[in-house]
Every structure is written in structure tokens, then in C-alpha cells.
């Protein structure tokens, strides 16, 4: 059988290229021939596009979802969601969480992708037993990352839990785009042999060996691969469908797409990107090959927040040193992989150790609650001495249990709290979620004015 293709462009195209900007009216223009196409799915929807619709184009992530429903008659559509944080950045209580996969299935997904910063597989329990009770897809996302612990029996040992937690499909989530030809060949083939779900993999081009990364992966039995139609491909994004349709017809593993769809949807899809490379959102910067990312194991996107965070501090000729800060800050707090939302704070630690002069002096609240186990289990233990420092010598109570555990249900006073604004509970989880931005644009949307945004040119917050 042929190896199925999931394609990108409409959710990490655009968030890999010109930080999730494309409006829903984009979103649409090359859908019903993208639907046509022969995918196994369209990633449609995820943490950024749902942000970027309240946050930049005042629209309402549910009516685009419904609207892509719509139109999309034969193929599934997929989203990304993560674990316990859904699409935010903070834990949500269990109740949230099982009323944002219900409602996300019901406007239109088929297959939830969820996946865990830390691959702590309690954070991922409630989204998985919510999926499977409202009878979506779930498929577990393992975020891949290279460090003494993240070895192929770490990845395949969790496999084998992810599998008997319930998870139908199980995906290699290389947000980086770190992981080397030859280590997907061992890494699938020993997937394989260890379980039954089928395989997918995510990676992205930005170091320059994505198309070889796919290739093995596919030669050793992935099944699924992820990648973006040619406007939305290439650079800081994924490989593109039609180079791989092209590489592999005729062959066993031919993903027999309608090369015809695919032609025709680029055409309107070329359009969009010309756009966003004229009004400057799409840098082609992002469009090039950045070796740099295999030399210090961090994805693109976080390259470039660092540099931004350093500009505008003035701090340029430390960027160097900042870069070298990164792997010591990932050790010492036991390796997280580099995703959202840990790239964010592994990359700002690393920043303050360097401009401040002294490590850890100054520490984010982020990264103190990381370490009191707010987060979930380190990958591997933390650095003992760097944990007195950033907690002091009081008892400061760290947690081991699964940090949603301490959790009241949240859905109903959320419901009270926004009553007089929100007119379903697709608009109580987007202020669960979202609180600031949400309340805002539902306060216009009630207001039905149409105000000019400032069209501020932001860092992409996303890595995934
Ligand atoms: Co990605």
C-alpha cells in the first residue's frame, strides 16, 4: 500500500512561513481542490491558527473551522491540540479539556493530534479518553528531540504505553527538524516491530535533510507522512507534496495524489504566498537552508525569537553566546524538547543567564513552575544545584503527581464569568483559552465594528 499524505499548508505552512496569518478567506480558496486531491487528511487547525484569528484577523476560529468543514466533503481534517494545555500555555482542568475535544469534533475534526511538551503521558490521558468518547482519531505526537535520554528504546518504550492508553495512530513530531536520515530508519523500524499503530511522521526542512529524513522513514515502514503543498513548503516549513508524489509514483509507495488538484490549488495557493512575501510577513530568510539548526538542536522558529529578543534589547553580539547558553539551560533542567511552550522558556532563560551576568539570577515564572513539577516530569531529573537556586532553601512544595490533578472544574465558571458576552460554549472556550484576546473580539463582534489593527509584524510565538 502507498504511503498516505497529510497535508500542512493551511496550519504549519503559514506558521512555519509568515506566522499563521492567512485568513480564513485564504484558507478556503484552494480547499475543494485540495479536497479533491486524495489526501489522508488536512492539518487545519492548531494552537496558532486558533490565536492568530482572535489575536491578528478578528475572526472566529470555530466559524473557520465549520466553513472548512464544509467544503472539505471527502477528506478528514486534522488538528493539533496539546494535552492538557489544549491550545494555550497553561494547564487546563480536566473538564476543559474534554469539552474542547467534544466541540472540536462536533464543528468538523476527525483526527486530534495530541502530543505533551515532555512527553509526560499524564498530561495526555484526558484529551485521549475525551477523543475516543466522542469517537474522534487520536493520534499520539511524540515530540523528538536528541539528548542522552531521548534514545530509540525512550520513543519506543512510550510507544508501547501511548498504545495501550488508547491512541489509534502514532506520530514522530520533529519540530526541529533535527532528526537525521539514518536515525529514522532505526527509529520506524524499531517503531514498527514494537507496535501495531500505524506511524506517521512530522518533521520540517529548515536544516536541509527533511526530504532524505522522510524517505528512510518511509523505507522503514512509516506509513504517514506530513507534508505542505509547494506554496506553503520548503524553509522553516515541511517537504513539498508534490516533489514527494513526484519522487514516488510508480513506485510501492506512490500516495497516488491528483497531481491535477494539486497543480490547481498551487496556483491559487501562489497567490496567497506572493502576498505575504510582498507585504514582508513571509522573510525569505525562512525560505532558505539553516544548517545552524543541527549544530545546536534548536528549531528555526526559536533562532529567530532569540535574535528578536536580542534586538530589541540591544543585545546583538551576545547571540552567539546565547546560542551556546541554550543546550547548558536544556541539561540542566533535565532536557526538555524544545517545543512549545518550553522553547519559549528554555530560550528566555538562556537569554537572562547571558545579559544578567550570572545563571539563573533572574528566572521567569514559567521556568519556577516548571521546576516545582507544574508542568509534568522532566525528562530526566533536574540539576540539583540549579534547582536550590531557582527555589531557594524554603520548602517550596514540588509536585510528582499529574499537575491537572489539583484542578477544579473550570467550564462552568468560566460560563458564569463571560455570560452576558459569549452565546455558546465554543465562545466560553475561546475565553477559557484565550481570555484577553477572546473577551476583545467578542466584545466587537457584539459591537459589530470593524477596527483598523495595527499590523504589528510579531515573532512567531508557535514552535510545533
Ligand atoms: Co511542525
Same mark, same amino acid.
Given at each position: 500500500?502507498?504511503?498516505?499524505? *497529510? !497535508?500542512?499548508?493551511?496550519?504549519? &505552512?503559514?506558521?512555519?512561513?509568515? %506566522?499563521t496569518r492567512? +485568513? @480564513?478567506?485564504? $484558507?478556503l480558496c ?8 486524495g489526501y489522508?487528511a488536512?492539518e487545519v487547525w492548531?494552537?496558532a ?8 484577523l ?8 465549520r ?6 466533503k471527502?477528506?478528514k ?6 494535552g ?10 480536566d473538564d476543559?479539556?474534554?469539552?474542547f475535544v ?10 486530534i ?12 490521558k484526558?484529551a *485521549? !479518553?475525551?477523543t475516543?468518547?466522542? &469517537?474522534?482519531?487520536?493520534?499520539? %505526537?511524540?515530540?523528538? +528531540? @536528541?539528548s542522552p $535520554? ?7 518504550n ?10 489509534h495512530?502514532l ?5 526541529a527538524g ?7 530508519y ?28 522522510v ?5 522503514a515502514?512509516?506509513?504517514i ?19 514527494l508524489q513526484?519522487?514516488?509514483?510508480g ?9 491535477k ?5 498551487a ?5 496567497v ?7 514582508g ?13 543541527l ?13 528578536n529578543q536580542?534586538?530589541?534589547?540591544g ?5 552567539e553566546?546565547v546560542?551556546?547558553?541554550v543546550?547548558?539551560?536544556r541539561k ?9 511552550p ?9 537569554v ?10 533572574i528566572v521567569?515564572?514559567?521556568i ?8 509534568g516530569?522532566s525528562?530526566a531529573?533536574?540539576?540539583?544545584a540549579v ?10 512544595k ?45 466584545e ?9 489593527k495595527?499590523e504589528?509584524?510579531?515573532v ?5
Amino acid at each position: 500500500m502507498g504511503v498516505k499524505i *497529510v !497535508d500542512t499548508c493551511l496550519r504549519d &505552512g503559514h506558521q512555519s512561513l509568515f %506566522a499563521t496569518r492567512m +485568513t @480564513t478567506d485564504e $484558507v478556503l480558496c484552494a480547499l475543494s481542490e485540495l479536497d479533491k486531491a486524495g489526501y489522508y487528511a488536512l492539518e487545519v487547525w492548531g494552537g496558532a491558527t486558533f490565536d492568530s484569528c482572535l489575536r491578528f484577523l478578528n475572526e472566529d476560529p470555530w466559524e473557520r473551522l465549520r466553513k472548512v468543514r464544509a467544503i472539505c466533503k471527502n477528506t478528514k481534517l486534522q488538528m493539533l491540540f496539546r494535552g492538557q494545555n489544549i491550545l494555550g500555555y497553561k494547564h487546563y482542568a480536566d473538564d476543559v479539556v474534554d469539552k474542547f475535544v467534544q466541540k472540536s469534533l462536533e464543528n468538523g475534526i476527525d483526527i486530534i493530534r495530541v502530543f505533551d511538551a515532555l512527553n509526560d503521558i499524564r498530561n495526555l490521558k484526558q484529551a *485521549v !479518553d475525551s477523543t475516543n468518547k466522542y &469517537g474522534g482519531h487520536c493520534q499520539i %505526537a511524540l515530540s523528538y +528531540t @536528541t539528548s542522552p $535520554v531521548h534514545t530509540v528504546d525512550y520513543y519506543v518504550n512510550l510507544a508501547k504505553e501511548v498504545e495501550k492508553m488508547g491512541a489509534h495512530s502514532l506520530c514522530i513530531k520533529d519540530m526541529a527538524g533535527v532528526l537525521l536520515p539514518e536515525d529514522a530508519y532505526e527509529l520506524f523500524s524499531k517503531l514498527k516491530a514494537n507496535t501495531k499503530l500505524p506511524l506517521e511522521l512530522h518533521t520540517h526542512c529548515t536544516g536541509g535533510i527533511a526530504e532524505m529524513t522522510v524517505m528512510k522513514a518511509i523505507e522503514a515502514g512509516c506509513d504517514i507522512v506530513d507534508t505542505a503543498l509547494s506554496p506553503l513548503a520548503g524553509g522553516t516549513s515541511q517537504p513539498c507534496t508534490e516533489s514527494l508524489q513526484y519522487a514516488l509514483q510508480g513506485t510501492k509507495y506512490d500516495p497516488k495524489l491528483d497531481v491535477k488538484m494539486l497543480e490547481a490549488a498551487a496556483v491559487k495557493l501562489s497567490k496567497v504566498r506572493e502576498k505575504y512575501l510582498a507585504n514582508g510577513l513571509l522573510n525569505p530568510k525562512a525560505l532558505g537552508i539553516n544548517p545552524n539548526i543541527l549544530k545546536y538542536q534548536v528549531p528555526g522558529g526559536m533562532l529567530s525569537n532569540l535574535m528578536n529578543q536580542l534586538k530589541s534589547q540591544g543585545a546583538m553580539d551576545k547571540y552567539e553566546e546565547v546560542l551556546k547558553e541554550v543546550p547548558r539551560v536544556r541539561k540542566d533542567l533535565g532536557y526538555p524538547p524544545l517545543v512549545t511552550p518550553l522553547s519559549q522558556m528554555v530560550g528566555t532563560q538562556a537569554v537572562m543567564n547571558i545579559l544578567s551576568g550570572e545563571r539563573y539570577k533572574i528566572v521567569p515564572k514559567e521556568i519556577n513552575e516548571y521546576v516545582r513539577g507544574l508542568y509534568g516530569k522532566s525528562p530526566a531529573p533536574i540539576d540539583e544545584a540549579v534547582k536550590k537556586k531557582i527555589l531557594g532553601d524554603g520548602d517550596v512544595k514540588i509536585i510528582t503527581h499529574r499537575p491537572a490533578d489539583d484542578l477544579e472544574p473550570q467550564f462552568e465558571a468560566y460560563k458564569e464569568k463571560y455570560k452576558d458576552l459569549v452565546k455558546s460554549d465554543e465562545d466560553v472556550l475561546s475565553c477559557a483559552l484565550f481570555e484577553q484576546v477572546a473577551v476583545k473580539f467578542l466584545e466587537n463582534r457584539d459591537k459589530k465594528v470593524s477596527e483598523d489593527k495595527d499590523e504589528v509584524i510579531e515573532v512567531n510565538l508557535y514552535i510545533g
